[in-house]
């Protein structure tokens, strides 16, 4: 199974209407890209300093599975309307044993 891991601080004066729509939108691809097992994200709960505002999960059966993924229409939709939101960003996909 491949994890994949991405965090994210937002832009300032990024609108709280528009962190919500990344939510949602992350939601809606969780629900209709067959290639994702399962998909969380949230804000960052300020916990510890240095931290990422934002953060998403999401699981794959193998590397095929996440590639096709990479290039689902509704990904590239997705990163085409909030990619830019980002100030930073960082990113990992690990094997996990299940």
Known sequence: ?????????????????????????????K??????INMDCGNDQGLAEGNYDFAM??????????????????HLAFVQKFGALSAEIARIQFEIQR
């Open 57 to 74: 999960i999401a699981d794959f059966a193998d590397k095929e599975a996440w590639a096709a993924y990479r290039v689902h229409p509704e």
């Open 31 to 36: 629900k209709n890209i067959e290639h994702v």
């Open 1 to 29: 199974m491949i994890r994949h891991i991405v965090m994210f601080n937002w832009k300032a004066g990024t609108p709280e209407s528009i962190k919500t729509d990344v939510v949602q939108g992350f939601d809606h691809m």
